[in-house]
C-alpha cells in the first residue's frame, strides 16, 4: 500500500502521538519514567505498520476504540472511555434527563412494544398504552431492529414531533400517533408514602442530580402527615454522584459528622466530606433496606448510617464498590471516566469487595481475602467489617421467583394477559384496594392454557446431574427405582405449579394489571403491600425496645445473623 494513501484521520492521529511522545519526553525522563516514553513509541510505531501493510482496509476509529477499552478493562469496570457519540447517554445517567416521548419499550418478537409510557409524559398525553406494537417510526418500518435501536430514533429535541404507527391489540386497524417530544426527567424519588400507621417510605432508585432535594422533599412532606420513623429504600440502587450521597446523608445525620473521606494516588482526591448543614430530622427513627445491587453512593449512605448508629439497616449484603470516578475531558469532545480514589466511610473502612489491584494469572479478580478483613468500630462501638460491601444490621434474602413465574414473565404471558384485561375493564379500584380474584385467576389459567412454558426447576436439574454421578460411580442401580420416583414427583407440571406458586403469580399479575390503571406509583403501592422485607422494617420500627437494642449492640438477633 502506498503511503501516500494515509487517510488525514490517520495524519493527524499519527501527528497527536508524536506530540504526545514528544511533551512527554521531557516529563517522563526528569521523572525517571523511560517505559511510559518507550510503550507510546511502541504503540504509534505499530499502528502505523497495521495501517500501512495489514492485508485489508482498517477502520482506525474502530481499532483504536477497541485497543482503549482492552486497556481500560484490565483495570476495573469503572473506568471508561465515553466517546462523543455516547455522552448524552452518560448525562443521562448523571441528571436523568433526556428529550423524548417518556416510556419503556422491550422487544417483542419482531418489533418493539409499549411497556409502560410515563405517567404525564408525551406518550401518556398522546395516548400511547402498555402493550402497543410500535410498526414504524416517521414511515420508517423498524421491523427487526433493537430495543436500543428503536429507543435512539424515539430520543431527540424537545418540542420535534415524531409520527408513530401503532398496532393495538383489539384493533383490527393501525393507529396513527404524533407525539411531540418533551425534557423528560426521571425522578431519583420514584415513590413516597404511608406504609403502616405513622410509618412513612421513600424509594431512591439513583442519585442523579438533585436527587437529595427529592428525599429532602419526601420526607417534609411525611412529617406534615405525622409519620413518626422512615424506611429508606435502596435497595436495587446502583449508585450516581458522591455529593449527593454526602447530601441525602446529611438529611439524617447532624452537622458536622464525617459522611466519608476518599484517598487515591494524586493528593488533590483525598477530601473529607462533612455534613455541613443542619439535618431536618436527625432523631427520627431509620430504616435503610439495602440489597446485593445496592452499590457505590447507596453504600456511602448505608454505611455512613450503620457506622454513626443513626439508623438501622436490613436485607442483604450490599455489592461492594469502594471506587470513586472522576470525569477528566478528552479531545474531540470524548471524555474518560476514570477511578481516581477509594471511599472511606465513618469508621475508617473501605467497603470495596474485590482487589483489581491484584489480578489472578487468567485475569481474573477475586474477592478480599478473609486474612485481609479488618475489623472497625461504628460511632458507639458496635463491631463492623471492611473489604465486602456494607453488611446489614439485620439479614433478610430477597425472595427469589420460582421456574414457572420466572418463565411466565420473560414469555411475557403475565404482560399480554393485562394487556387483555384492560380491554375488558374500563377502570378497577385503588391500587391498595384492588383484588385479582380467584376467579380472574382461572381466567389467566385459560388463557395460557394453549401456550407452551420450557423452564427446568434446580431441584430437577440437580436430580440429573446425581443420578449421572451415580451411573459413574455404579450407584444407580441399586437406587434407580428411587431416582426415578423422585424424579418423576420434581418433574415440572404446569398445572400442578399454577396451583402450587399461585399466590406468588397472583401478585405478579396484580402489579401489571395495576400499573395499567395507575402507572409505577400503582405498581410500587402494590409490590409493598407483599413485600416481607418492608414488613419487618415496620416490626423494628415500632418495637422501639429492639431498635433500641440494635443501635446499642445488645440485640443479639442483630449480630449479622440471617433471620429467618
Not at 431519583?188 to 421513600?202: F, L, Q, R
Not at 406534615?224 to 455529593?243: A, Q, T, W, Y
Request: charged share 25%; net charge neutral.
Amino acid at each position: 500500500m502506498n503511503t501516500k494513501k494515509i487517510s488525514r484521520k490517520i495524519k493527524i492521529f499519527i501527528l497527536s502521538i508524536s506530540l504526545l511522545i514528544s511533551s512527554l519526553s521531557f516529563v517522563a525522563y526528569t521523572n525517571n519514567d523511560f517505559e511510559l516514553t518507550k510503550n507510546l513509541d511502541v504503540y504509534f510505531t505499530l499502528f502505523k505498520e497495521l495501517n500501512i501493510f495489514y492485508v485489508d482496509e482498517i477502520n482506525p476509529s474502530k481499532l483504536i476504540e477497541t485497543s482503549i477499552n482492552s486497556m481500560l478493562e484490565s483495570l476495573d469496570p469503572y473506568t471508561n472511555y465515553i466517546p462523543e457519540s455516547q455522552i448524552e447517554d452518560y448525562k443521562f445517567m448523571t441528571t436523568g434527563q433526556y428529550g423524548g416521548i417518556g416510556a419503556m419499550i422491550r422487544k417483542d418478537s419482531n418489533y418493539v412494544v409499549i411497556t409502560e409510557p410515563y405517567q404525564n409524559s408525551p406518550a401518556h398525553k398522546a395516548g400511547l398504552k402498555a402493550g402497543d406494537i410500535i410498526i414504524s417510526v416517521d414511515g420508517n418500518d423498524i421491523k427487526d431492529k433493537t430495543t436500543s435501536q428503536v429507543s435512539d430514533i424515539l430520543k431527540g429535541q424537545p418540542n420535534t414531533e415524531i409520527a408513530l404507527e401503532i398496532q393495538r391489540p383489539g384493533n383490527q386497524k393501525n393507529i396513527n400517533i404524533t407525539v411531540k417530544r418533551e425534557e423528560i426527567k426521571l425522578n431519583s424519588v420514584p415513590y413516597s408514602g404511608i406504609v403502616a400507621d405513622s410509618v412513612g417510605y421513600i424509594i431512591l432508585s439513583r442519585f442523579t442530580q438533585n436527587a437529595s432535594d427529592e428525599v429532602s422533599k419526601a420526607l417534609k412532606s411525611l412529617k406534615n402527615k405525622n409519620v413518626k420513623s422512615i424506611i429508606l429504600d435502596l435497595r436495587g440502587n446502583p449508585g450516581g454522584l458522591l455529593m449527593e450521597a454526602v447530601n441525602i446523608s446529611n438529611i439524617f445525620i447532624e452537622k458536622g459528622n464525617l459522611i466519608v473521606s476518599t484517598k487515591g494516588k494524586v493528593s488533590q482526591w483525598d477530601k473529607e466530606y462533612k455534613a455541613t448543614n443542619q439535618a431536618i430530622d436527625s432523631e427520627i427513627p431509620l430504616v435503610v433496606l439495602i440489597d446485593r445491587s445496592s452499590a457505590s453512593a447507596s453504600e456511602i449512605v448505608s454505611g455512613a448510617i450503620q457506622d454513626l448508629d443513626r439508623g438501622v439497616v436490613i436485607g442483604e449484603r450490599s455489592f461492594g464498590k469502594g471506587l470513586v470516578q472522576t470525569t477528566r475531558p478528552l479531545s474531540y469532545n470524548a471524555q474518560l471516566k476514570v477511578t481516581t480514589a477509594k471511599y472511606y466511610i465513618p469508621s475508617g473502612r473501605c467497603i470495596q469487595a474485590l482487589d483489581y489491584s491484584n489480578r489472578r494469572d487468567d485475569g481474573s479478580v477475586g474477592k478480599i481475602p478473609d486474612s485481609l478483613i479488618t475489623k472497625f468500630k461504628t460511632k458507639i462501638g458496635r463491631t463492623v467489617f471492611d473489604g465486602g460491601g456494607v453488611l446489614p444490621d439485620i439479614i433478610r434474602e430477597s425472595e427469589t421467583f420460582s421456574p414457572i413465574s420466572y418463565s411466565l414473565m420473560i414469555n411475557n404471558l403475565i404482560f399480554n394477559y393485562a394487556t387483555q384485561y384492560t380491554l375488558k375493564h374500563d377502570s378497577i379500584l385503588s391500587a391498595n384496594k384492588f383484588i385479582f380474584t380467584d376467579n380472574d385467576y382461572n381466567d389467566f389459567i385459560k388463557f395460557i392454557s394453549d401456550k407452551k412454558l420450557n423452564y427446568e426447576n434446580v431441584s430437577s436439574k440437580t436430580l440429573d446431574e446425581l443420578i449421572e454421578a451415580a451411573k459413574k460411580e455404579k450407584y444407580y442401580a441399586d437406587s434407580e427405582n428411587i431416582l426415578n420416583e423422585l424424579k418423576e414427583k420434581l418433574k415440572n407440571d404446569k398445572n400442578k405449579d399454577l396451583q402450587t406458586f399461585k399466590t406468588e403469580i397472583k401478585e405478579l399479575i396484580t402489579e401489571e394489571i395495576v400499573s395499567r390503571y395507575y402507572f409505577q406509583d400503582g405498581r410500587i403501592e402494590t409490590m409493598l403491600t407483599n413485600d416481607p422485607i418492608i414488613k419487618k422494617a415496620i416490626n423494628i420500627l415500632n418495637d422501639k425496645t429492639k431498635y433500641n437494642s440494635i443501635l446499642k449492640g445488645t440485640c443479639k438477633e442483630a449480630e449479622h445473623k440471617i433471620e429467618k
